[in-house]
């Protein structure tokens, strides 16, 4: 059971430069159906004078279209006995081609019409405010220029935290 928090209890959780650096699974849901991805890039902050969270979707992914229809998303963040099924499967499987969360075992549940999953042991949910993408022509010469150049680029989306979930 996961109890309410805020954004400020996003620090004691953990760091937030590394918040993202051991995965997230972020959860978005559209008319047909919610779907978990794995994220490994993401960040916390304000923008606009509201605490923000800002994940990135590659083109390429299932997910990335449910993103754009949506209206909101959570990231989700898991204890060690959960980390490596939600990272490793969430980022390897695609919701184009089977159901991510009942595969997983994973408990969707929502709060305030936002997706997530029940096992994080804390959760971000986010209002989708608006989205972008990587400009290539801006993007450095050398690996991530290649990279993109090849597979195409990451859209950027900004939710604003509207609510944290943690164990209590």
Not at 5 to 16: L, T
Not at 87 to 93: D, E, H, L
Request: charge should be negative; proline fraction near 4%.
């Amino acid at each position: 059971m996961l109890i309410e928090g805020n954004y400020k209890d996003i620090a004691s959780y953990k760091d937030p430069v590394s918040l993202f650096g051991e995965g997230c699974v972020a959860v978005v849901e559209n008319k047909e159906k919610a779907n978990p991805i794995t994220l490994g890039w993401g960040g916390v902050g304000v923008l606009w004078g509201k605490p923000m969270c800002t994940v990135f979707i590659h083109e390429s992914r299932y997910s990335k279209h449910m993103f754009d229809e949506a209206d909101s998303f959570s990231a989700c963040f898991f204890a060690k006995e959960h980390n490596p099924i939600a990272i490793k499967y969430f980022g390897t499987a695609s919701g184009r081609d089977e159901d991510k969360i009942a595969k997983s075992g994973m408990t969707l549940s929502r709060q305030d019409g936002i997706p997530y999953l029940e096992e994080a042991e804390f959760v971000i949910l986010c209002k989708k405010l608006t989205q972008t993408k990587f400009d290539l022509d801006k993007v450095p010469e050398g690996k991530y220029h290649d990279w993109y150049s090849r597979d195409g680029v990451h859209s950027i989306y900004f939710g604003e935290i509207v609510k944290v979930l943690k164990k209590p």
